[in-house]
């Protein structure tokens, strides 16, 4: 089957109005405007995936999804916030899991992460999910994409995609959406730097600028 020049450029103007949708979203202030979190629990448990120390001064957590339009444009800028900070010993990133129900692979590249994180390598796994989020998000079934992910970080593939498949990870998953649900969170990305939920227009500087100054 022949796809035709013009529908190409339709396709491409379709996945520009998309993006640029997304992130109007995110940059958009929530109704009831930045949150403040008094139960340091519903933000960062136990087993939660984080880059630093439990006692770190100064903890940015986001709830993501990443299937979302809105999340796959954060990442980069989250990025570079924490590649600033990695070896400061007093900065941690936690990601915590909050698929939503309209994104059909949210679930399943969730799934992916963790069990990508069951073999060392969680956060080699949630960046080339987000970085080649065009690659998969719209694939009916995305295990093989999957898998092909895993065998370049050097998983055992077998066991990862057996891990998927038996929704080994499905109980983690929901314990991140119960508490998203807990916080009241509508929309994703939701980042939380210290218990306050981080502007939506912020930019790196000005993230960057705010946890200086939380570090001091």
């Not at 491409?12 to 109007?24: E, S, V």
């Not at 069951?118 to 960046?127: F, L, P, R, T, V």
Request: hydrophobic share 45%; net charge negative; charged share 20%.
């Amino acid at each position: 089957m022949k796809i035709s020049k013009e529908s190409c450029i339709v396709g491409g103007i379709a996945l520009a109005f998309i993006i640029i949708f997304a992130l109007i979203v995110w940059k958009t202030p929530a109704a009831n405007g930045p949150k403040t979190v008094g139960d340091a629990s519903l933000l960062v448990r136990a087993d939660s995936h984080t880059t630093g120390s439990a006692d770190a001064t100064v903890v940015m957590v986001e709830f993501g999804d990443y299937q979302c339009p809105a999340c796959g444009m954060v990442h980069p800028m989250l990025k570079q916030v924490i590649d600033a900070y990695k070896n400061n010993p007093k900065f941690s990133f936690v990601f915590r899991n909050f698929p939503l129900p309209q994104h059909a692979n949210a679930l399943i590249s969730a799934e992916a992460a963790e069990a990508a994180g069951a073999q060392g390598k969680y956060w080699e796994m949630h960046d080339m999910l987000y970085e080649h989020q065009s690659e998969w998000s719209d694939v009916a079934d995305p295990s093989a994409i999957f898998a092909g992910y895993a065998q370049s970080l050097s998983l055992n593939v077998t066991k990862f995609k057996s891990d998927i498949t038996g929704k080994k990870f499905a109980a983690a998953i929901a314990a991140d959406q119960k508490d998203a649900a807990a916080l009241n969170l509508d929309h994703t990305p939701t980042v939380f730097l210290n218990g306050k939920e981080v502007d939506q227009g912020m930019t790196v500087d000005g993230l960057k600028a705010q946890i200086d100054v939380l570090l001091k």
